[in-house]
């Protein structure tokens, strides 16, 4: 069982930066794959970037060049460094780990972190 904790969130302006935090606890959080997702209102969920468990990144093609997703094994942490923000980025952000084991599949959600980018 991994639990998640997204913090970082908040109101930035256009063009402006943020840093959102996915803290876990429980479980071999180095073995999963961690991503990033956002849900704006009205909208599906969508993926934003993720890191496998060997560090291998990939980024949606809409936040490519200005978001970057790094992980800290050691301190059960992934990060989501965002910059240039647009307004288009506003949406609930959401952690996600998840890994296939035995034939299993094991997937977590955090509880989702508010990022409202406006002048």
């Known amino acids: 069982q991994v639990q998640l904790v997204e913090s970082g969130g908040g109101l930035v302006q256009p063009g402006g930066s943020l840093r959102l935090s996915c803290a876990a606890s429980?479980?071999?959080?180095?073995?999963?794959?961690v991503g990033w997702y956002r849900q704006a209102p009205g909208k599906q969920r969508e993926l934003v970037a993720y890191?496998?468990?060997?560090?291998?990144?990939n980024y949606a093609d809409s936040v490519k060049g200005r978001f970057t997703i790094s992980r800290d094994n050691a301190k059960n942490m992934v990060a989501l460094q965002m910059n240039s923000l647009k307004p288009e980025d506003t949406a609930v952000y959401y952690c996600n780990a998840n890994r296939d084991f035995l034939g299993k599949k094991y997937d977590y959600w955090g509880q989702g972190t508010q990022v409202t980018v406006s002048s």
């Open positions: 429980g479980g071999s959080f180095r073995l999963y794959t």
């Open positions: 890191i496998t468990s060997g560090g291998s990144t």
